[in-house]
């Protein structure tokens, strides 16, 4: 715009014919200065030139009355100009001094349009044509920095992509996947054929990827400000892990031109949340169940389906008295399967030999754990009851004893089935932990089952055996209530007296 502006200024100047009349120039929008001789002495400026460069005395040369212009170049393309009568132009040039029109000091930016030119009386001189482009200029330098800090900052973010520990992804408005991720592919193993588009979802878990569609449909419809869900990914390695899933819109004014998302490994997190929400619904479930048995069933449904697919809990009646090393009975009281697995057999009581893993377990007081392939059981790791649901397609088993007070109060068998990574030490470890948690009411019901064997055998004690009368059939049945522990409650007696006469007698304390 400067130099088309400078340009219609010197055809004016031509257009008046012969010498320059200068009055002309005074209603210029841009500066005008006119010099005559050799010297360039200064014969006119027009009103914009003054209130830019300050109101200089006319008649002298220009190099005494702009001193502070010298920096620029400027005069030396005067002495050209006049020597050879080709204009020049000068663009963009910084000019460093006090400004009276602004009144600040400081670099402002002009494009010079310097031409040969004849004054009114025949003297020849030279016309310089001043444009102000500081605006032009410090607009164009900020489109270079912003064009810079955009191609360092996308020079990060594809180092930040290929080092970081996070996986980032990009998306179309449609939620397709548009560009690789090396992060995801690391961690997932899937190519980029298999990732892009809608492929990305063949990495969720198959039981979490409806619920995840499902989310993110949602998402892309409503536009959210902010995606953000947890879900587990298929490794490479094989097994899943829990990943912080965070996305958000990239708009173009109000239209989603993509999205931008990451992927964060939370699994540790996750385990250590889990951990501390199970113990707190182990205490909850205990803390008002008397009967151990009743006490072990309420924990099968903490364990499933959280830690694992299924649980059985079978209670030892002869932890009291079993020399260790013998042969073990073990009652089933509560057995539990993640749903959509086959049930568990009918509680019931089962004889153990001595050498049986869950008798190992009970005389050891230690876990006995067995990982193997999807199916295939070591023969005898479980109770015969449970091999037709632990033959399916579990991969892992743990048999952990529940010692309560340094008796062998119970055992409790868990089972992994299909594609979930199998038990290992960390579950082993909260298995533990939970059962530790439970110890004070599970001491409080063992005390309760010690009591109330003592107080029963000692009720029966206190039974006779019906006497042996001629033409008569006596037949006793005694059976305790369930619920009292204490000595007394129903009892009966039946005698011969002395003449001969039978009694039978049954009475209520």
């Known amino acids: 715009m400067g130099l088309h502006t400078a340009h219609h200024v010197r055809s004016r100047a031509r257009a008046a014919g012969g010498p320059m009349r200068l009055e002309m120039f005074d209603p210029a929008p841009i500066g005008v200065v006119l010099t005559q001789g050799p010297e360039h002495r200064l014969a006119y400026t027009n009103t914009v030139y003054r209130n830019t460069f300050g109101d200089r005395p006319l008649g002298r040369p220009i190099r005494r009355t702009f001193p502070d212009l010298e ?61 102000e482009v500081t605006d032009q200029v410090t ?7 912003l064009s810079e800090e955009r191609r360092r900052a996308m020079l990060r973010y594809r180092s930040l ?45 198959p039981d979490e990827r409806a619920a995840v569609l499902e989310t993110w449909g949602r998402a892309l419809k409503e536009g959210r400000p902010l995606f953000a869900q947890t879900y587990r990914l298929r490794l490479a390695e094989g097994g899943y892990r829990h990943f912080a899933v965070n996305a958000a819109p990239v708009r173009d004014e109000d239209t989603v031109i993509e999205w931008v998302g990451t992927c964060r490994d939370i699994e540790q997190e996750w385990q250590n949340t889990r951990r501390e929400e199970l113990l707190a619904r182990a205490t909850a479930v205990t803390a008002d169940t008397a009967r151990l048995d009743e006490m072990l069933a309420a924990l099968t449904g903490v364990i499933v389906p959280d830690i694992a697919d299924s649980c059985t809990m079978y209670l030892l009646p002869q932890a009291l008295h079993r020399t260790p090393g013998t042969a073990l009975t073990a009652e089933r009281v509560a057995a539990v399967t993640r749903e959509g697995r086959p049930g568990p057999p009918p509680h019931h009581a089962e004889h153990l030999g001595p050498g049986s893993p869950l008798a190992r377990a009970a005389d050891r007081r230690r876990p006995v754990h067995a990982v193997f392939p999807p199916g295939s059981p070591p023969p005898d790791l479980a109770p015969p009851g449970t091999e037709p649901w632990l033959a399916h397609d579990a991969n892992s088993v743990v048999l952990l004893p529940v010692v309560v007070d340094g008796t062998t109060a119970a055992l409790v068998v868990a089972s992994v089935n299909g594609d979930r990574p199998p038990l290992g ?43 042996d009368v001629p033409g008569l059939d006596i037949a006793v049945r005694y059976r305790p209530s369930t619920s009292a522990a204490e000595v007394g409650g129903d009892w009966y007696d039946s005698f011969v007296l002395r003449d001969g006469a039978t009694v039978l007698t049954i009475g209520d304390v």
């Open 139 to 145: 607009v164009a330098k900020r489109i270079r920095v």
């Open 161 to 205: 992509v290929r080092a970081g520990s996070e996986m980032v992804w990009v998306t179309d408005p449609a939620g397709r996947i548009i560009e690789p991720s090396p992060g995801w592919q690391r961690v997932t193993g899937q190519s980029w054929e298999e990732f892009r588009g809608d492929g990305w979802i063949d990495a969720v878990h």
């Open 71 to 131: 920096q620029s170049g400027y005069f030396d393309i005067f002495d050209r100009v006049f020597a050879t009568g080709k204009a020049e132009v000068l663009t963009a040039v910084p000019i460093d001094l006090s400004f009276p029109d602004s009144g600040d000091t400081g670099t402002r930016y002009f494009t010079f349009s310097i031409s040969h030119a004849t004054i009114s009386d025949g003297r020849q001189g030279v016309l310089g044509v001043i444009v």
């Open 425 to 467: 030490h960390p579950e082993i470890s909260l298995l533990q932990t939970l059962l530790e948690r439970a110890h004070t009411p599970l001491s409080n019901a063992l005390e309760y089952q010690r009591t109330r064997q003592v107080a029963l055998a000692l009720q029966r004690s206190l039974l006779t055996d019906p006497p």
